[in-house]
T-cell receptor
Framework: SQTIHQWPATLVQPVGSPLSLECTVE??????LYWYRQAAGRGLQLLFY??????ISSEVPQNLSASRPQDRQFILSSKKLLLSDSGFYLC????????????FGEGSRLTVL | AQSVAQPEDQVNVAEGNPLTVKCTYS??????LFWYVQYPNRGLQFLLK??????LVKGSYGFEAEFNKSQTSFHLKKPSALVSDSALYFC???????????FGTGTRLKVLA
C-alpha cells in the first residue's frame, strides 16, 4: 500500500535561518506531489506542485522553493526564513489522476521566532 | 479561476442531531469535488468525492454529500452527529484538465454532548 512521510514533524527556527522539509511517498511511482501551507489552523494555501522529476510549478511568489530530486521525493526549502513562514506544512500526493483524491502526510509544524 | 467557499466558520450541533456543513464552488466545466476532515495537528483525511454520476455521494464514517449543479453546491451531511465528529472540515475542488486542488477556508464542527 502507498504511504507518505513528512519530516521533521516539528521545527523551531530563528528568523533568517535556512529550511528544509522533506516528503517521501512509498508504494507508487511517478506521483503528482503537492506542498500546502496551513496558517493558524485554517485554510490551505497551495504553494507548489510537481508532475515529475525536476518539474515544479509555483503558485505563490515568496521566499520558499521546492525541488524534486527523485521520483518520490519532494523538498520544500528556504534560504532565509521570515516570521510569516510559520505554519503547518502539508505534503500530498495523488493516487488515481483521472478521478482521484489527494492523500496527505501528517504535516510539519514550523515555528519561526 | 476556480474557487471554493465555506460560508460558516463554525457549526454547532447537538449529538444525535443531523448536521450540514456548507460548500459552494466556482469552476469552469464539470468539477471534481471533495470533502476532507482534519483533527488537531494531523494531516487531512479524505471523506468522499464527487466526480460524476449520482448526485448523492456516500463516504466514510456515515457522511454523505449532495452535488447540486444549479446551485453550485456540495454540502456535507450526516443524519446523526457524534461527539467524535468534532473536527475541521474542508471542501475542495479541482477543475478537469488542471492539476490544482483548491481548498475552502474550513468549517469547524462542534458536536455537543
Amino acid at each position: 500500500s502507498q504511504t507518505i512521510h513528512q519530516w521533521p514533524a516539528t521545527l523551531v527556527q530563528p528568523v533568517g535561518s535556512p529550511l528544509s522539509l522533506e516528503c517521501t511517498v512509498e508504494g507508487t511511482s511517478n506521483p503528482n506531489l503537492y506542498w500546502y501551507r496551513q496558517a493558524a489552523g485554517r485554510g490551505l494555501q497551495l504553494l507548489f506542485y510537481s508532475v515529475g522529476i525536476g518539474q515544479i510549478s509555483s503558485e505563490v511568489p515568496q521566499n520558499l522553493s521546492a525541488s524534486r530530486p527523485q521520483d518520490r521525493q519532494f523538498i520544500l526549502s528556504s534560504k532565509k526564513l521570515l516570521l510569516s513562514d510559520s505554519g503547518f506544512y502539508l505534503c500530498a500526493w495523488i493516487g488515481d489522476w483521472n478521478t482521484g483524491e489527494l492523500f496527505f502526510g501528517e504535516g510539519s509544524r514550523l515555528t519561526v521566532l | 479561476a476556480q474557487s471554493v467557499a465555506q460560508p460558516e466558520d463554525q457549526v454547532n450541533v447537538a449529538e444525535g442531531n443531523p448536521l450540514t456543513v456548507k460548500c459552494t464552488y466556482s469552476v469552469s466545466g464539470n468539477p471534481y469535488l471533495f470533502w476532507y476532515v482534519q483533527y488537531p495537528n494531523r494531516g487531512l483525511q479524505f471523506l468522499l468525492k464527487y466526480i460524476t454520476g449520482d448526485n448523492l455521494v456516500k463516504g466514510s464514517y456515515g457522511f454523505e454529500a449532495e452535488f447540486n449543479k444549479s446551485q453550485t453546491s456540495f454540502h456535507l451531511k450526516k443524519p446523526s452527529a457524534l461527539v467524535s465528529d468534532s473536527a475541521l472540515y474542508f471542501c475542495a475542488v479541482r477543475a478537469p484538465g488542471t492539476y490544482k486542488y483548491i481548498f475552502g477556508t474550513g468549517t469547524r464542527l462542534k458536536v455537543l454532548a
